[in-house]
């Protein structure tokens, strides 16, 4: 194992009034790590401190993009850094996807899908992690969500972007192959990322993006990521009924797609699949492909109320969301989960500030109602009996 520290140039402010807080949280202690598993190396860099009382955020990304690609521009906001003072982060890369990745030898035989979630119990082991919340986009949604299917102790939360439950049909496998044949894997993968209204008006950002693939991946590591991810399987999920015993997830889980991105209809799908009282859909106007890029000051509003709801984080300042849900036409809800769990002090007061989150949510409800592209509305009349439930999943339990 390799260990590459970044020494932080002066200590971390602790000042309640948040002043240069930002930077004080980008000077935080890094360390890169290669992690050792049966599938080969695994690529980690962990930003802070993990706390005994909470779990650890760690994230992955999608195919053509590494943890600095996929996730900087969120992460380095602004509106972050409240986040990052309470949970330490920990970037996951899949095997040679990182920056100046050594390429893989002839014989190597790459990791699946299913094989590269087996790999995520021995990052936390070589962490001391006892549990995590989860934020994937593409191939980094799909494995995270087999990891939590497979252990759902390990994992409590998940924000899932652009999540495709679906193994890739043989429709979409011809196709893949056909236009293999004529264009080269950027573009493949650029189509992938960004939906076609974003390929047409935004040149700058996906030109940066295709350059980026071009010149930062390293190429043949990167065509067998691609490949792994072509080749999963289904997740096998079905949404629960009462009196059945089903695979899905146990942990409340925050779904997230721009209106314009090529993986709407999946995470919709995916979406009708899971508990609606655990689970939120957040469809954002006005939004492509790679939200955490486009809109990251509501990802992150976005996320804080998913944390609130989870039990962390009570006392977390909210405002760009509230303020922009009429004119954007966004919607999230919170959802708490029903889990039953003792956390610590922060944990207890969160219980005790449920009247302050029962209007916040109660506020997003409304907004809910009124929006035609909200979670209800996209799945259609078949689940009229879910829109029900939701109303009842919003109250949060002490």
Same mark, same amino acid.
């Given at each position: 194992?390799?260990?590459?520290?970044?020494?932080?140039?002066?200590?971390?402010?602790?000042?309640?009034?948040?002043?240069?807080?930002?930077?004080?949280?980008?000077?935080?202690?890094?360390?890169?790590?290669?992690?050792?598993?049966?599938?080969?190396?695994?690529?980690?860099?962990?930003?802070?401190?993990?706390?005994?009382?909470?779990?650890?955020?760690?994230?992955?990304?999608?195919?053509?993009?590494?943890?600095?690609?996929?996730?900087?521009?969120?992460?380095?906001?602004?509106?972050?850094?409240?986040?990052?003072?309470?949970?330490?982060?920990?970037?996951?890369?899949?095997?040679?996807?990182?920056?100046?990745?050594?390429?893989?030898?002839?014989?190597?035989?790459?990791?699946?899908?299913?094989?590269?979630?087996?790999?995520?119990?021995?990052?936390?082991?070589?962490?001391?992690?006892?549990?995590?919340?989860?934020?994937?986009?593409?191939?980094?949604?799909?494995?995270?969500?087999?990891?939590?299917?497979?252990?759902?102790?390990?994992?409590?939360?998940?924000?899932?972007?652009?999540?495709?439950?679906?193994?890739?049909?043989?429709?979409?496998?011809?196709?893949?192959?056909?236009?293999?044949?004529?264009?080269?894997?950027?573009?493949?993968?650029?189509?992938?990322?960004?939906?076609?209204?974003?390929?047409?008006?935004?040149?700058?950002?996906?030109?940066?993006?295709?350059?980026?693939?071009?010149?930062?991946?390293?190429?043949?590591?990167?065509?067998?990521?691609?490949?792994?991810?072509?080749?999963?399987?289904?997740?096998?999920?079905?949404?629960?009924?009462?009196?059945?015993?089903?695979?899905?997830?146990?942990?409340?889980?925050?779904?997230?797609?721009?209106?314009?991105?090529?993986?709407?209809?999946?995470?919709?799908?995916?979406?009708?699949?899971?508990?609606?009282?655990?689970?939120?859909?957040?469809?954002?106007?006005?939004?492509?492909?790679?939200?955490?890029?486009?809109?990251?000051?509501?990802?992150?509003?976005?996320?804080?109320?998913?944390?609130?709801?989870?039990?962390?984080?009570?006392?977390?300042?909210?405002?760009?969301?509230?303020?922009?849900?009429?004119?954007?036409?966004?919607?999230?809800?919170?959802?708490?989960?029903? =889990? !039953? #769990?003792? %956390? +610590?002090?922060?944990?207890? *007061?969160? $219980? &005790? /500030? @449920?009247?302050?989150?029962? =209007? !916040? #949510?109660? %506020? +997003?409800?409304?907004?809910? *109602?009124? $929006? &035609? /592209? @909200?979670?209800?509305?996209?799945?259609?009349?078949?689940?009229?009996?879910?829109?029900?439930?939701?109303?009842?999943? @919003?109250?949060?339990?002490?």
């Amino acid at each position: 194992m390799d260990d590459i520290q970044v020494v932080e140039s002066k200590p971390l402010l602790v000042d309640r009034e948040l002043p240069g807080l930002r930077e004080a949280v980008q000077q935080l202690v890094t360390k890169e790590h290669d992690v050792e598993t049966p599938y080969g190396r695994i690529h980690c860099t962990m930003k802070g401190v993990p706390k005994t009382d909470r779990p650890c955020i760690l994230t992955m990304h999608d195919i053509g993009l590494n943890h600095k690609t996929c996730w900087d521009t969120l992460f380095n906001h602004e509106d972050m850094s409240e986040i990052m003072q309470h949970f330490a982060v920990c970037h996951v890369d899949a095997p040679g996807q990182h920056e100046g990745a050594n390429t893989f030898s002839t014989g190597y035989e790459y990791p699946s899908m299913d094989q590269l979630s087996e790999t995520l119990p021995l990052v936390l082991k070589h962490f001391g992690l006892k549990s995590v919340i989860g934020i994937g986009i593409g191939a980094g949604a799909y494995t995270l969500t087999r990891f939590a299917l497979d252990y759902p102790n390990m994992v409590e939360g998940l924000m899932l972007i652009n999540i495709n439950p679906c193994a890739e049909g043989w429709m979409d496998w011809a196709a893949h192959k056909i236009s293999g044949w004529t264009h080269a894997m950027p573009d493949m993968i650029i189509t992938h990322l960004f939906g076609k209204e974003e390929i047409h008006n935004n040149q700058d950002l996906i030109g940066t993006y295709r350059h980026h693939i071009l010149n930062d991946m390293n190429q043949f590591n990167l065509h067998l990521f691609v490949k792994s991810y072509e080749s999963r399987r289904d997740l096998e999920i079905e949404r629960p009924v009462p009196g059945s015993n089903v695979r899905t997830l146990k942990c409340p889980s925050l779904l997230v797609v721009g209106d314009s991105s090529p993986a709407v209809e999946a995470v919709v799908e995916c979406n009708t699949k899971l508990d609606p009282t655990k689970t939120t859909l957040l469809k954002m106007a006005d939004c492509g492909g790679m939200p955490q890029v486009d809109q990251p000051a509501k990802l992150t509003e976005a996320f804080k109320y998913f944390i609130q709801g989870m039990g962390y984080m009570p006392s977390a300042s909210m405002t760009r969301l509230v303020r922009s849900r009429t004119a954007s036409g966004s919607s999230v809800t919170s959802f708490d989960g029903n =889990r !039953s #769990r003792s %956390h +610590t002090s922060e944990g207890n *007061r969160s $219980r &005790s /500030h @449920t009247n302050e989150g029962s =209007r !916040s #949510r109660s %506020h +997003t409800a409304e907004n809910q *109602r009124g $929006r &035609s /592209h @909200t979670d209800g509305s996209t799945d259609g009349t078949a689940n009229s009996g879910v829109d029900q439930a939701v109303p009842k999943s @919003t109250e949060v339990s002490c």
